[in-house]
């Protein structure tokens, strides 16, 4: 007769949701003393470990994503090209023609398309300035 299959109890549950914010599957198995097996089979078996492993990964990567977004959103362009990269599906190529030439697409339509952003924000902050101000500037709300 084989041992009976290792469960875990109701507040250890509640904890895997917690957990699995921060810590993989084989984590979470070290952190409560089982084998990384035992936990992959407890989640196969046990429903509301499995979803609340899920729920947690998903409100972490929420939360995470919301401040890349903001961050994109602010201008950050490391962060405007990481998130276009992983959710918009633009991508830098690098390639070579049958002649030998490399190019390097996606870079180029990139830095074309932030160029052309550059350019329209400078034309506008240019029409909106006085003559004598720095391009970089920034107006007081005083005057």
């Known amino acids: ?14 904890e895997v949701e917690t957990l699995a914010a921060l810590l993989s599957q084989e984590q979470i198995a070290d952190y409560f003393g089982i084998s990384r097996t035992t936990f ?22 929420a939360h995470v994503a919301h401040g890349l977004l903001q961050r994109a959103r602010a201008g950050d362009t490391t962060s405007s090209i990481f998130y276009l990269k992983t959710q918009a599906g633009w991508r830098e190529t690098v390639g070579a023609d049958h002649a030998g030439n490399v190019e390097t697409g996606g870079r180029d339509a990139l830095g074309k398309l932030l160029d052309t952003i550059a350019d329209r924000q400078n034309r506008i902050g240019v029409e909106d300035r006085d003559p004598g101000q720095s391009p970089i500037s920034v107006p007081s709300e005083s005057g």
């Open 1 to 14: 007769m084989g041992r009976p299959p290792i469960t875990l109890s109701e507040a250890q549950i509640v």
């Open 40 to 61: 992959r089979a407890i989640c196969d078996r046990d429903e509301e470990v499995r979803a609340r492993y899920k729920r947690g990964k998903a409100k972490a990567i």
